[in-house]
């Protein structure tokens, strides 16, 4: 089965803080992506990657960074937290056949006060 | 602006009868659909999906039916169970296999024993 790791389940940080959330996959999956989930508004993409060293801007990465140095780990950073980043953090794997199927870790609920 | 929509937030069904989730989509290159479930507290997890070559696909208890005249897709469960309550989304992705799935805002199912 196909394992998509977060590191942290919920973290609480304060506005200014720098945050980083970790994602590792264990299928040698090429790509990876980041989403947050809000109430009201689904999945938005954030970053994905398609390749190591490689990074393409999604629908949201305004206040986002993101960084692939090893294919099977994408990590998210916020520079410096702000509360409307408060939310649910979804990174998710797929390899390159044409299904489209993602592949899910469980979610990093961050809370910026 | 949302170019997967799912206008039910929610929908209650008894254990036994047929769900029917619903998602209406407004681009019309989008050609590969499919559907995620997810439970609280954890990520989503894929469903069905169905290409636009087809209007209809089946697996088990869930069967996904495409129409592209109408951009509308929908989802019947059936028969219900209890388990099946969570959180649907359905995505749309351009090409098939393509990197950006647009995702709908869920509808939560309830299926009351």
């Known amino acids: 089965d196909v394992k998509v790791t977060q590191s942290s389940r919920y973290l609480v940080k304060r506005t200014g803080e720098k945050v980083f959330l970790e994602c590792v996959q264990d299928m040698d999956h090429e790509n990876m992506f980041w989403y947050r989930q809000d109430p009201g508004l689904g999945l938005r993409l954030i970053y994905f990657s398609y390749d190591v060293k490689m990074k393409e801007k999604g629908d949201i990465p305004e206040g986002y960074s993101v960084s692939r140095e090893k294919k099977e780990r994408f990590s998210l950073i916020l520079e410096s937290a702000s509360t409307n980043q408060t939310s649910m953090y979804l990174c998710a794997s797929r390899d390159s056949t044409n299904t489209g199927e993602l592949f899910f870790g469980e979610g990093s609920r961050l809370t910026v006060l | 602006d949302q170019q997967v929509k799912q206008n039910s937030p929610s929908l209650s069904v008894q254990e036994g009868r047929i769900s029917i989730l619903n998602c209406d989509y407004t681009?019309?290159?989008?050609?590969?659909f499919l559907w995620y479930k997810k439970y609280p507290a954890e990520g989503p997890t894929f469903l069905i999906s169905i290409s636009s070559i087809k209007d209809k696909n089946e697996d088990g208890r869930f069967t996904v039916f495409l129409n592209k005249s109408a951009k509308h897709l929908s989802l019947h469960i059936v028969p219900s169970q209890p388990g099946d309550s969570a959180v649907y989304f359905c995505?749309?992705?351009?090409?098939?296999?393509?990197?950006?799935?647009?995702f709908g805002t869920g509808t939560r199912l309830t299926v009351i024993p």
């Open positions: 681009n019309s290159m989008f050609d590969y």
């Open positions: 995505a749309a992705a351009g090409q098939t296999g393509a990197n950006n799935l647009f």
